[in-house]
């Protein structure tokens, strides 16, 4: 089975800072996704970032990173230089090729203060 | 539109009616999914789609549950009997699907609130 743990339940941070959000994962399976989804106040689910499990590289997208260490298993996301709107709820998810559906983290509230 | 779109994004009902909740994929996506969210946690699938084909159902709750794609597009999950256990956040998504040991990212609809009274 797979299972996703978010020990964080909320973070803070300083407008301009950086900040590193946790996410551990559980799977025997061998080929597997990761990904991070950021959801504001509004609600919307907004997808951030992805890292498959054979990819040599942290996977990167602007400000966001990946922190990939697979014989930790953990996948981190990196937020560099925090803005307001960085607030939100964030969630690590994990799909594999076996199963497509996603499983979810219980997410990590960030609040950014100026 | 360029993203998913769900209809209604609110419903409430009375307990014991039947609800139809539609998602409309981004064009040309294969998979299409369902999910429910509680407030406070991160969403939990119910069933998904390649094409009209349901692949695994394995999330839907209990038989008053069940969902449709029947042209490979627009999907129905139906909710039949309501309960007010039933209220929560529904929310669909679309992928181009799974690709070799790549897994194509979820695009998430805004989701329908439905409530039960």
């Known amino acids: 089975a797979q299972k996703i743990t978010q020990t964080q339940p909320g973070m803070f941070v300083q407008e301009k800072e950086a900040v590193t959000l946790d996410c551990t994962y559980d799977?025997?399976?061998?080929?597997?996704?990761l990904f991070w989804y950021k959801q504001p106040s509004s609600g919307e689910m907004i997808f951030l970032i992805y890292?498959?499990?054979?990819?040599?590289q942290n996977a990167t997208e602007g400000r966001y990173s990946l922190n990939f260490q697979k014989a930790r298993k953990s996948a981190n996301l990196v937020i560099s230089a925090s803005q307001l709107g960085d607030s939100a709820m964030y969630f690590c998810?994990?799909?594999?090729?076996?199963?497509?559906?996603?499983?979810f983290g219980t997410g990590t509230r960030l609040l950014v203060s100026p | 539109g360029a993203g998913v779109s769900q209809s209604p994004r609110y419903k409430v009902t009375k307990r014991g009616q039947d609800v139809a909740l539609r998602c409309d994929p981004i064009?040309?996506?294969?998979?299409l999914y369902w999910y429910r969210q509680a407030l406070g946690q991160g969403p939990e699938f119910l069933t998904y789609?390649?094409?009209?084909?349901?692949?695994?159902k394995s999330g839907l709750p209990n038989d008053r549950f069940s969902a449709e794609r029947p042209e490979g597009s627009i999907s129905t999950l139906t909710i039949q009997r309501t309960e007010q256990r039933d209220s929560a956040m529904y929310r669909c998504?679309?992928?181009?699907?799974?690709?070799?040991?790549?897994?194509?990212?979820?695009?998430f609809g805004p989701g329908t609130r439905l409530t039960v009274l």
């Open positions: 998504a679309s992928s181009r699907g799974t690709s070799g040991i790549v897994i194509n990212e979820q695009f």
């Open positions: 799977t025997s399976d061998p080929s597997y996704g």
């Open positions: 890292q498959g499990s054979y990819d040599q």
């Open positions: 998810a994990m799909g594999n090729t076996g199963f497509q559906k996603l499983v």
């Open positions: 064009s040309g996506h294969v998979s």
């Open positions: 789609f390649n094409y009209e084909a349901q692949q695994d």
